[in-house]
C-alpha cells in the first residue's frame, strides 16, 4: 500500500468552541510520535463566536510552511464546511457532525467524500457534548490508520491531574469516533501516514521561542503592554521569570513600555518589550531616547496586517520601515529577522549581546506566521546561549575617577563604543541626557561636537556585516534568485525544490539581518543570478525598496506582493517564478 | 556619610533668576544628605521642561529622559535596583499633561519613588503656553482670550488614583519642602511632593505673592489627620487644591516591589543571569 509522507488536516468551528485545544492535542501527540508538524490557525479579534480554524500538516520530513492542498476536514459547523472545503484535494474528505445536517458546497475538487457522523451525539453518550472534540480526533485516527490511543499521553497530562474519570471518558469519546468511521467501512487507503522515524523534537511557536531565548539570554525584566501577536511573550515570561528573580510588569501603554525598559536597562539589567505595529509606533520617540543615550534594549515587533489597526489577526510584513526608520533624527540599531522559531531563539539570544556591544536598540521582528504558527523545531542548544555584556567599566578605571568628577560615559574611543556603569557604582556617576551631549554626558549642543557625537553613534556599524545575514540554498548561477524575509522561509524553500526538481535552475536569499543591512553579501547572489524577484508579505515592496537604498543592483529585479492577511504559500511561490520566465511557460 | 555638599554639583542651573526651581532643588540635596545616602546610591530621573533639568543639577545618578515619561522611566530603574533611592522629577506639564497616564498608573501601581512635581502652571521652556494646571480663565500665549479649559487637580487625582503619600510645598518654604521630601523618600512606596514653584518670567498671575496669599498650610488645622484619606480628599477640595503639607499617607500598603512574585531581596540587576544546562533542559521539556 501506498502511505503518505504528509498529510494536511483541519479542524474548523465557532471560535470558543475548542477548536485550538482540538489542533493542539492532535498536533502534540503527532510530534511526540516524531512527525513534523507545521500548525497555523485562522482567528478573528473575537473571543466567542466567529469562524476558526486550525490547519496542521503532518510530516515525516521537516517543513516550514502550510501545505497547498488539504487532505482531512473536520467541520463542527456548515459554515467551516462552506469557508474551507475549496482547499481539499481531489478526493480529500470532508468529517462534520451529523448534528447540522452537512453538505458540501459545489466549488469543491472532484470525489470529494463528506462524512457526516454524530460527533455531539456519541460526546454526550460518553459524558458530555464538550467531548465533541474527542469524537472528531477518533475519526482521523481511523482515516489515517493511527492507533486510537496515539493522543493518549498528551490527554492524560490535560486531565490527568483532574481526575481519572475524566481521562477514561475522553479516552472513550475518541474510540467512538474511530469506531464510528470504522463503521463506514469506506476505503481510507489514500489517508494512510507513513509511520515517522522516531526523533525527539519540540513544538512551539515563533513567539515562545523568543521568550524562551530572553530567559535563557538572562533578560530579567520585560515591561509590555498586551496586543496580538505578541502577548505570548508576556505571557511565557510572566510565568518563568519569578523563578530566576524576574518581573514582567503589564505597563499602561506601550510609551510607559519601552520607557520602563530603557530605565530598566540603564539600571543594570538586560530588558525587553514586546509589542505589534501600533505599539511600535508608541514606542518611537523612546527608540530615539535609547539610540541618543547608548541604552541597550530589545524590542519584539510581531508584525501583523497594518495599517492603523488593520487586520489584528492577519499575517503581513509591513512594518519594516516602521522599524527601520520609524523613529525621528539618525540612531544606529540592529534588526533581526528570524524565519524559523530555532532562529528566533538564537536571534534573541544574540539580540542582547548585540545590544550590549553595540549600546543601542536592537528590533527583532517577526511576523504573524511565525509568532504564532505552533512547528516541530530541533531542540536548542544550551552551548550556544553566552552572554556577553559589552563594555562595561573596569574596578580600576572607576576607582582613577577623582572625588567630584564624572565618569566618561560618553567618552569617544576608536570603535565609537564607550565603557557603561550602572547606577549604585561608585566613581560612576555622569549624565544622561536625550539632549546631545559630551563625554560625561552634559549637554551641549555646540555643532562640533554633534558631528562628533553623531559620528561616534553612527560608524558603529561602519562596514560590519553581522553573522548569519543570509541564508542561501539553491543553485549557483540560478536563472531566478528569490529574496525572502521571515516566515516565507519554508514556502519559497519548498517552491525552489519543486523547480529544481523539474530541472529549472533557482536560487533563494533569505534575509535575517535588516540593519545593518548585508549589501555586500546580497549584492553577490544577484549578480550570479538573470533575474531577481524579491517576495513579501506587503503593498508597497519595502524589502525591495530597502535593496534599492543600499545600492543593489540588478538589471531585471521585479517585486512579488502579498498582501491579502495570508502568508506564501508554496504553489503560489512556484507560480510566480515560472511565470516570471517566458521559457518555462510551456 | 555624603552631607548636602555631595550633592551639590559645579553645573550653573540655566533657569532664570528667582525660578522657583532653585528651591527644589536645594531642597532635594538637603533632604538627600541628611538621608545616611551616598551620591551614587541615588538616581535621579527627569522629564523635559526647565524644570527637568534638575537631573543635572545634582550630584547622583541622573538621567533626563523624554517629555512626559520620568515616571515610567524611574520605575524602569527602581525595578532594576532596588537599592537605589529613585526621584523623579518634572514640571506640571510633564506630569499632568503629556505624562498624566504615567502618573495616575505609577501612582496606583505604587513602587517606592519619590515624584517631585515644580508646578508653575505654565509651559515655562516652550515659553509661556498654558498648562494643564491653569486656572480657568488664565491668559497664556495659547490662550490670548482666557483659559476655556478647567484646571485639572493633581492632588484629587492622585487621592483617586491610590497614592500612597500626598504632599505639596512651596518653593518659598524650603524648610518645610525638605521635610516633605524627606518623608516621601522615606515613605515605602510612590510618594508625591506637587511643588508650587513660581515661573517668574511667565507666569505673572501665579507669583510668589499670589501663593503666599492663597495657599492654605495645613499646620494651621491641628486635628488634621493625614491618615484619614476622606479627610485628605475633603481638605483638598475644599482649599481648591492650595493646601500645603502633609496631605495624605497610608502606611500600611506593601510597595509593589515586595508584592512581586518571585522578586529578591537582592537587586535584579546583581542577580546571576546565567541559567543552569538543568534549568535550560526543564524549561525546553515543558514544549515537547
Ligand atoms: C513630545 C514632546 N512634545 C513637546 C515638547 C516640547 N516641550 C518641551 S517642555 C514642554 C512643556 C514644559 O512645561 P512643563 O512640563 O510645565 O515644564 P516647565 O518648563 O514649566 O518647568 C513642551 C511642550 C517635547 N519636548 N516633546
Ligand atoms: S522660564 Fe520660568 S520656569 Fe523656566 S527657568 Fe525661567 S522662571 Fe523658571
Ligand atoms: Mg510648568
Redesign the interface.
Given at each position: 500500500m501506498h502511505m503518505l509522507q504528509e498529510l494536511s488536516w483541519k479542524v474548523g468551528g465557532q471560535q470558543g468552541e475548542g477548536i485550538d485545544s482540538t489542533g493542539k492535542t492532535f498536533a502534540t501527540s503527532l510530534?511526540?510520535m516524531g512527525y513534523f508538524i507545521y500548525s497555523y490557525r485562522h482567528f478573528s479579534s473575537r473571543i466567542k463566536g466567529g469562524h476558526t480554524n486550525d490547519r496542521v500538516r503532518i510530516s515525516t520530513v521537516r517543513k516550514n510552511s502550510l501545505a497547498d492542498e488539504l487532505d482531512i476536514l473536520l467541520a463542527f459547523d456548515q459554515e467551516t464546511i462552506n469557508l474551507n472545503a475549496h482547499e481539499l484535494r481531489e478526493g480529500g474528505i470532508v468529517i462534520a457532525d451529523s448534528k447540522f445536517s452537512p453538505v458540501l458546497p459545489d466549488n469543491v475538487a472532484q470525489n470529494v467524500h463528506l462524512y457526516s457522523i454524530p460527533f455531539t451525539k456519541l460526546a454526550e453518550e460518553n459524558g458530555a457534548a464538550i467531548m465533541k472534540n474527542m469524537v472528531a480526533l477518533g475519526t482521523s485516527a481511523y482515516v489515517m490508520g493511527l492507533s486510537p490511543d496515539f493522543c493518549a499521553p498528551v490527554i492524560q497530562n490535560m486531565f490527568g491531574r483532574k481526575s481519572q474519570k475524566i481521562v477514561d471518558q475522553n479516552m472513550a469519546a475518541i474510540r467512538a469516533g474511530f469506531d464510528a468511521m470504522s463503521g463506514q467501512n469506506a476505503d481510507f487507503s489514500s489517508f494512510q501516514l507513513a509511520p515517522a522515524t522516531p526523533d525527539?523534537h519540540?513544538?512551539?511557536i515563533g513567539n515562545?521561542a523568543v521568550a524562551?531565548g530572553a530567559?535563557?539570554a538572562?533578560?530579567?525584566?520585560m515591561?509590555a503592554y498586551p496586543i496580538t501577536p505578541a502577548s505570548d511573550i508576556m505571557e511565557y515570561l510572566i510565568k518563568?521569570?519569578?523563578?530566576?528573580?524576574?518581573?514582567v510588569?503589564q505597563?499602561?501603554?506601550e510609551?510607559?513600555?519601552l520607557?520602563?525598559?530603557?530605565?530598566?536597562?540603564?539600571?543594570?539589567?538586560?530588558?525587553l518589550t514586546a509589542t505589534s505595529g501600533p505599539g511600535l509606533a508608541l514606542m518611537m520617540?523612546?527608540m530615539?531616547?535609547a539610540g541618543m543615550?547608548e541604552t541597550p534594549v530589545v524590542i519584539i515587533d510581531t508584525q501583523r496586517g497594518g495599517p492603523s489597526t488593520g487586520l489584528p489577526t492577519k499575517h503581513e510584513q509591513s512594518d519594516m520601515f516602521a522599524a527601520l526608520f520609524g523613529n525621528h533624527g539618525e540612531i544606529p540599531k540592529v534588526v533581526l529577522t528570524p524565519s524559523t522559531p530555532e532562529e528566533c531563539f538564537y536571534a534573541t539570544v544574540d539580540a542582547f549581546n548585540y545590544a550590549e556591544k553595540y549600546q543601542c536598540p536592537v528590533i527583532i521582528l517577526t511576523d504573524l506566521a511565525l509568532s504564532l504558527a505552533s512547528q516541530s523545531v530541533t531542540?536548542?542548544d544550551?552551548n550556544y546561549?553566552e552572554?556577553d555584556r559589552g563594555n562595561l567599566a573596569t574596578p580600576e578605571a572607576l576607582a582613577a575617577v577623582e572625588p567630584?568628577k564624572m565618569f566618561k560615559r560618553y567618552e569617544r574611543t576608536e570603535d565609537g563604543i564607550s565603557p557603561r556603569v550602572?547606577?549604585?557604582?561608585?566613581?560612576?556617576?555622569?549624565?544622561?541626557?536625550?539632549?546631545e551631549h559630551n563625554e560625561i554626558g552634559?549637554?551641549d549642543e555646540a555643532t562640533n561636537n554633534h558631528i562628533k557625537m553623531m559620528d561616534k553613534r553612527l560608524n558603529k556599524f561602519a562596514d560590519i556585516e553581522l553573522p548569519g545575514s543570509i541564508s542561501y540554498n539553491g543553485d549557483n548561477d540560478p536563472e531566478v534568485l528569490v529574496v525572502g524575509v521571515g516566515s516565507s522561509v519554508g514556502a519559497i524553500d519548498e517552491a525552489v525544490t519543486r523547480l529544481r526538481n523539474q530541472g529549472i535552475k533557482v536560487g533563494h536569499a533569505q534575509v535575517k539581518v535588516l540593519s545593518p543591512f548585508p549589501a555586500k553579501s546580497l549584492q553577490e547572489y544577484m549578480n550570479r543570478a538573470e533575474r531577481v524577484i524579491v517576495a513579501e508579505s506587503n503593498a508597497t515592496g519595502q524589502l525591495f525598496h530597502l535593496m534599492q537604498l543600499h545600492g543593489l543592483q540588478h538589471k531585471a529585479m521585479t517585486s512579488f506582493l502579498k498582501y491579502d492577511g495570508t502568508p506564501f504559500m508554496p504553489k503560489e511561490v512556484e507560480a510566480h517564478l515560472k511565470g516570471a520566465v517566458p521559457a518555462w511557460q510551456q | 556619610m555624603a552631607t548636602v555638599k555631595e550633592f551639590r554639583n559645579e553645573v550653573r542651573p540655566n533657569w532664570c533668576p528667582g525660578c522657583g526651581d532653585y528651591a527644589v532643588q536645594a531642597a532635594i540635596q538637603r533632604s538627600l544628605g541628611s538621608l545616611n545616602l551616598e551620591p551614587e546610591q541615588v538616581a535621579v530621573i527627569s522629564g523635559i521642561g526647565c524644570s527637568g533639568r534638575i537631573s543635572g543639577y545634582i550630584n547622583a545618578y541622573g538621567f533626563h529622559g523624554v517629555h512626559g515619561r520620568s515616571l515610567p522611566l524611574a520605575q524602569g530603574v527602581k525595578l532594576a535596583n532596588r537599592d537605589l533611592t529613585v526621584i523623579a522629577a518634572g514640571g506640571d506639564g510633564d506630569g499632568f499633561g503629556i505624562g498624566m497616564g504615567h502618573f495616575m498608573h505609577a501612582a496606583r501601581r505604587n513602587m517606592n519613588i519619590t515624584y517631585i512635581v515644580m508646578d508653575n502652571q505654565i509651559y515655562g521652556l516652550t515659553k509661556g503656553q498654558h498648562s494643564p494646571t491653569s486656572a480657568f480663565g488664565f491668559k497664556a500665549k495659547t490662550t490670548p482670550a482666557g483659559n476655556i479649559e478647567n484646571a485639572v487637580s493633581p492632588l484629587q487625582i492622585a487621592l483617586a488614583a491610590g497614592v500612597t503619600y500626598l504632599a505639596q510645598g512651596f518653593s518659598h518654604d524650603v524648610n518645610q519642602l525638605t521635610e516633605l521630601i524627606t518623608k516621601g523618600i522615606q515613605h515605602k512606596g510612590f510618594s508625591l511632593i506637587n511643588v508650587f514653584s513660581p515661573c517668574v518670567t511667565y507666569n505673572k498671575v501665579n507669583t510668589y505673592e499670589w501663593y503666599k496669599e492663597h495657599i492654605v498650610p495645613l499646620d494651621q488645622f491641628p486635628e488634621y489627620d493625614p491618615t484619614n484619606k476622606k479627610a485628605a480628599t475633603t481638605k483638598v477640595i475644599e482649599t481648591d487644591g492650595l493646601c500645603t503639607g502633609l496631605i495624605y499617607e497610608d502606611n500600611d500598603r506593601p510597595a509593589f516591589e515586595d508584592l512581586i512574585p518571585g522578586y529578591q531581596p537582592t537587586p535584579v540587576a546583581d542577580l546571576d543571569i546565567h541559567i543552569t544546562q538543568d534549568q535550560f533542559e526543564k524549561f525546553m521539556s515543558e514544549f515537547a
Open positions: 510530534n511526540r525527539h519540540l513544538l512551539m515562545e524562551f530567559l535563557s538572562g533578560a530579567r525584566v515591561p518563568k521569570l519569578p523563578s530566576v528573580g524576574g518581573v510588569v505597563t499602561e501603554d510609551i510607559a513600555a520607557n520602563m525598559t530603557i530605565g530598566a536597562a540603564y539600571g543594570g539589567t538586560r530588558a520617540e523612546a530615539g531616547l543615550t531542540p536548542f544550551y546561549v552572554i567630584g550602572f547606577p549604585g557604582q561608585k566613581g560612576g556617576i555622569h549624565h544622561v541626557t536625550g539632549v552634559r549637554p | -
